[in-house]
């Protein structure tokens, strides 16, 4: 799915010319495509069309309140993972009872920040979170709904550092474990606990470990069941892959897994709840950035642009690939280490990437940033945040302004008083 569509309209996303928005907006930036993400939307609900079902976007993909305004204009609720993300939420209009809860670590202030907004449900990781639960509830005289996070110890054949349904991973619990909760729940006074949740990994492009996971969800819900514990829902995550390097990444049809979704939950009445992130907006953003210098180097050369490590974490962090698209390409080709400013030998968006000859000046086109680009970001080096801009079918809105020094330092103060401790 995507809205670039040949040498000629290379410059054009979602009907914007970048080399227009760039001139008007400094780069780095941020560009979001409005469009695609209605696409994406609408296609998972098609494709899920006719069952009880709750699409919960997880937030910390990109958690900038124009996008989560968007997803919550289609419809779609938030998985947060902070009491942050449940304020942007709220804000952006996503109702507090289509949000769910998820994280290993949620504090018994945050969690009662989002009982006190009522937020739908709780997925709970660890036995003391459901014990910090039931005792916040109480003191707020409400009851917590909740799921239990199964780790169904399943390689989801992705990246070791988005895999998170193994058994040595730090999130959920065993379904052993699982088990002995719904015993002590029964007896709890203010958690009602009657969910399952799981959520395997992420960048998920084959569909067998989402098979072998979700058919020892079911198998141990139709035991709850049996032993006289009903469940009112199954959360199945995310985790549905996208594709970040064109010829090569082949995502899962959302057809098929909705089919594997169906068949697998046939016997299952309850509700649904999905969890999609980067599978909404990764494809629907791009990075623009501005090349400063060609560098010759003794055996290839340094394509040097201004965006770096702190605007676009995810090919430092986990060598991860984005295309790379000159948006004034020419006809001769070269190899580049394309890097940024920042003082690391880890800043690097792409290595011997064949490519065509860039200069000074030039604008390129990171792919595949609308998930964990600008959420990711930082200040390292202090360089200020990149601006966010939305586009919608040939018009732009700036929805986060690029950062000024002074905002960027905005807290920071000379010591003044001094306090002994």
């Known amino acids: 799915m995507t809205v670039l569509t040949g040498v000629d309209d290379a410059r054009l996303f979602d009907g914007v010319d970048l080399h227009t928005l760039a001139s008007r907006v400094?780069?780095?930036?941020?560009?979001?495509?409005?469009?695609?993400?209605?696409?994406?939307?609408?296609?998972?609900?098609?494709?899920?069309?006719?069952?009880?079902?709750?699409?919960?976007?997880a937030v910390k993909a990109n958690s900038n309140l124009a996008i989560l305004q968007l997803v919550a204009q289609q419809g779609v609720g938030a998985d947060i993972v902070s009491v942050g993300e449940l304020h942007r939420s709220l804000r952006a209009g996503i109702p507090a009872e289509r949000i769910v809860f998820s994280g290993v670590g949620k504090t018994a202030e945050e969690i009662r920040a989002a009982l006190s907004a009522?937020?739908?449900?709780?997925?709970?990781?660890?036995?003391?979170?459901?014990?910090l639960l039931q005792e916040v509830a109480?003191?707020?005289?409400?009851?917590?709904?909740?799921?239990?996070?199964?780790?169904?110890?399943?390689?989801?054949?992705?990246?070791?550092?988005?895999?998170?349904?193994?058994?040595?991973?730090?999130?959920?619990?065993?379904?052993?474990?699982?088990?002995?909760?719904?015993?002590?729940?029964?007896?709890?006074?203010?958690?009602?606990?009657?969910?399952?949740?799981?959520?395997?990994g992420s960048q998920i492009l084959n569909l067998e470990p989402f098979r072998h996971a979700l058919r020892r969800v079911e198998d141990f819900r139709q035991e709850l069941e049996a032993a006289g514990h009903p469940i009112h829902?199954?959360?199945?995550?995310?985790?549905?892959?996208?594709?970040?390097?064109?010829?090569h990444d082949r995502p899962i049809a959302i057809e098929d897994y909705a089919a594997l979704v169906r068949e697998t939950f046939a016997a299952f009445k309850g509700t649904l709840v999905?969890?999609?992130?980067?599978?909404?907006?990764?494809?629907?953003?791009?990075?623009?950035?501005?090349?400063?210098?060609?560098?010759?180097?003794?055996?290839?050369e340094f394509l040097i642009v201004d965006a770096a490590m702190?605007?676009?974490?995810?090919?430092?962090?986990?060598?991860?690939?984005?295309?790379?698209?000159?948006l004034r390409p020419r006809r001769e080709s070269a190899c580049y280490d394309v890097v940024g400013p920042v003082c690391e030998t880890g800043d690097t968006f792409a290595r011997g990437r064949d490519m065509p000859r860039c200069e000074?000046?030039?604008?390129?086109?990171?792919?595949?940033t609308g998930a964990y680009g600008a959420s990711m970001a930082s200040t390292y080096n202090s360089r200020p945040l990149a601006a966010e801009v939305l586009l919608d079918d040939g018009r732009y809105a700036v929805v986060r302004r690029r950062q000024t020094l002074a905002e960027m330092m905005l807290g920071e103060q000379l010591p003044q008083d001094w306090h002994e401790a």
């Not at 400094?26 to 699409?55: E, H, K, M, N």
């Not at 549905?240 to 390097?245: A, D, Q, T």
């Not at 000074?360 to 595949?368: F, P, Q, R, V």
Request: hydrophobic letters at 40%; proline letters at 3%; glycine letters at 10%.
């Open 26 to 57: 400094q780069t780095p930036l941020y560009a979001y495509s409005s469009s695609v993400i209605r696409q994406r939307t609408t296609a998972l609900q098609d494709a899920f069309a006719g069952l009880d079902l709750r699409i919960c976007y």
């Open 118 to 131: 009522g937020i739908w449900r709780f997925n709970v990781e660890s036995a003391d979170e459901l014990l």
């Open 274 to 300: 999905v969890e999609p992130g980067r599978w909404l907006v990764a494809e629907a953003g791009v990075l623009v950035t501005r090349v400063i210098r060609v560098k010759p180097g003794a055996d290839r």
């Open 360 to 368: 000074a000046g030039d604008l390129l086109m990171i792919g595949g």
């Open 138 to 200: 109480r003191e707020e005289g409400v009851c917590a709904r909740a799921a239990v996070r199964v780790n169904p110890d399943v390689d989801a054949q992705t990246h070791a550092k988005i895999s998170t349904g193994k058994a040595e991973n730090k999130f959920g619990v065993s379904i052993d474990e699982a088990r002995t909760w719904f015993v002590r729940a029964s007896r709890m006074s203010h958690v009602q606990l009657d969910g399952l949740h799981a959520h395997i």
């Open 233 to 247: 829902s199954v959360d199945i995550g995310g985790g549905l892959g996208v594709r970040y390097r064109a010829g």
């Open 310 to 326: 702190n605007d676009l974490l995810r090919p430092a962090l986990y060598d991860a690939w984005h295309d790379i698209v000159p």
